[in-house]
């Protein structure tokens, strides 16, 4: 089965800003996270070794869930003013290597993920996302795994399905339900007051699923009864804020994202302006990957995987 990495940009240069030290080019720019973003995209191609390779972007513009409520992620620091200039000088970058990206207007990024990711498996395609949000966990299956920075920019853990149960006592998909009984303080969208996670992993535990525990508030112990019928509104809110779209408006051509169409001389040449010559030394050469006999065992588990 062929393989698609999705790269979780946002994510993944705020891991590089904050893991890595203070960097400038020549003209006094940061460029840690750059550097950091590249340094992990090169990494993950050399390993995996995909046949196909998105990166997606969350934009300005409000989405529908700040919509849908109005105190979603209001509580979030301002992005640095030492990350802001880096965002665009990646977008460059894989504008300049020609490797496919997407952004639009209303959506998260984690939703052109999902879209791409379920699109994705329809082609036969495994999908390795690669992101430290785990709010994306909940697209893990059997078609889809991902990799979640956990030390710097090098140490990993792989998330499948049987990975995902281990850490969280949780399936996958009652991810979702897990967060709307807890709520999100990071994206500041309350659950049901009351109820922590290990009550709530506990309830999901017995009752599989949101809906079924709601159809069955009349075994629970009086006091949890009460406390999700009190706020069985709010945590319906919190469930849809919660799920990760997978009908955004964008149309997945995976000819246009395979590793022959990056443009290997372009990006080095926009890399060492950048001062990254450190960095490409150990950029893969991709188009030795094009021929490697894909039937071989991948590395999978040579990423410092815990």
């Known amino acids: 089965m062929k393989k ?12 590089a ?3 890595l030290p203070p960097l400038n080019n020549k003209d006094g720019v940061p460029t840690n996270a750059v550097y950091g973003f ?4 090169f990494k993950i191609i050399g390993d995996l070794k995909p046949e196909y390779l998105i990166v997606c972007f969350d934009k300005k513009a409000p989405t529908f869930r700040k919509t849908m409520y109005v105190g979603y992620q209001a509580k979030r620091p301002s992005m640095s003013d030492d990350l802001v200039p880096q965002i665009e000088l990646v977008h460059k970058a894989l504008d300049e290597a020609k490797v496919q990206h997407f952004e639009i207007d209303g959506y998260e990024a984690d939703d052109l993920i999902g879209t791409i990711a379920k699109e994705a498996v329809k082609k036969d395609t495994q999908v390795i996302i690669l992101s430290g ?13 991902m990799l979640a920075p956990v030390t710097g920019i090098t140490k990993m853990t792989l ?11 949780l399936n996958p998909s009652q991810f979702v339900d897990y967060k709307a009984l807890v709520g999100d303080s990071s994206d500041n969208y309350p659950g049901v007051t009351g109820i922590g996670p290990k009550t709530a992993a506990g309830l999901l535990q017995k009752y599989e699923t949101f809906e079924n525990l709601y159809a069955n508030l009349s075994e629970l112990p009086e006091n949890i009864a009460l406390k999700l019928a009190t706020d069985a509104e709010q945590a319906a809110m919190a469930k849809k804020l919660a799920t990760i779209l997978q009908d955004a408006p964008l149309k997945l051509e995976l000819e246009k994202s395979t590793l022959d169409k990056i443009d290997e001389e372009a990006l080095k040449e926009y890399l060492e302006d950048l001062g990254f010559s450190g960095l490409l030394k150990r950029m893969p050469k991709i188009s030795e990957h094009k021929k490697e006999d894909k039937n071989k065992e991948p590395k999978d588990m040579q990423l410092n995987l815990i």
Not at 38 to 41: A, E, G, I, R, V
Not at 133 to 145: F, G
Not at 160 to 167: C, G, I, S, T, Y
């Open 38 to 41: 590249f340094s992990m995209l």
């Open 4 to 15: 698609l990495v999705l790269i979780d940009g946002n994510a993944i240069l705020h891991r």
């Open 159 to 169: 998330f499948d399905e049987a990975k995902v149960k281990e850490k969280y006592g």
């Open 17 to 19: 800003f904050h893991a």
């Open 133 to 145: 949000d785990r709010d994306l966990l909940q697209l893990v299956n059997s078609h889809v795994l």
